[in-house]
């Protein structure tokens, strides 16, 4: 996945990363793959588990925080 469709995802998807809201499947494994991907100091293994979601949405704003000023 190019750092191009990775920017264009988060910014498409920008205020799930940044809410409550509650993902689709496919959304959710997206935020894990982005997450693997910008975070390399840990593994985010795609799973049900809320806090394993959230920590990968962190992960990704923290890589990125340009994207979300």
Known sequence: ??????????MDHKRLLVSTQRPTKEEMLMVFKIANI?????????????RCYDNAKRAIRRNNPTLFE
């Open 38 to 50: 910008v975070d390399d100091t840990q593994t985010h293994k795609p799973t049900n588990c809320g």
């Open 1 to 10: 996945m190019k750092d191009t469709d990775i920017i264009a995802w988060i």
